[in-house]
């Protein structure tokens, strides 16, 4: 599990947020943080903290001197800056202090799980280690940059396309068209163009089940499970 540290001066947008992080397979988040002082505190505390969400209107400091005093106290945590501030000279600040992506507020989930779907993928190309081909650079790079959410095509829905998400999200292994349908309420051909339109962005993952006579069952899982 990718261990998640929320930090908001609001008690509520970080409840929210922290339950949000929860929502992503493949992280959790610990108890949040309202003020710079309390997420030191919780840095300094805690086993491991993998990613840090910073706002940067904090009470007592802003969240780039926070992560200013993290690096300085050697606490390498990576960081997404998750706040209302939009002026550019606070946008090259959080560059230059190591701030891996920076999600203005307000945001719907669907926003904040992209970053953090795009961040395990990160963590996954770098737990390779070794050396690094031009290539190899360009996509580690390049991974965070990723679009968050697929174009829908004309004639797709925003809100069927996420109830088909959340199945294979929440689900424990593989599902068919037809199990999608039944979670979901849709019928099983819209099932089926949905997934297929997941998997063509690489959302969505294809596997195959043989049964004992016929054609094989397509079976389909959320790409950061597979």
Known sequence: MIEVLVVDDDVRVARVNAAYVDKVPGFHAVPPAHSAAEALERVEALERVDLVLMDHYLPDETGLDVVREMR??????DVIMVTAARDVSTVQAAMRHGALQYLVK???FAGLRGKLEAYARLRRTLD??????QAEVDRIFGALSEATEPQLPKGHSPTTA???RR??????GPLSAQEIAERT???RQTAQR???L??????ATLTLRYGDAGRPEHRYVWATRA
Do not use: C, I
């Open 198 to 203: 997941l998997e063509r962005t690489g959302r």
């Open 106 to 108: 307000p945001f719907a």
């Open 167 to 172: 199945a294979l999200t929440g689900a424990e």
């Open 162 to 164: 996420d109830l088909v």
């Open 128 to 133: 390779g280690g070794g050396e690094a081909e």
């Open 72 to 77: 300085r106290r050697g606490h390498q945590a």
């Open 194 to 196: 949905y997934l297929k």
């Open 185 to 187: 309420g849709v019928s």
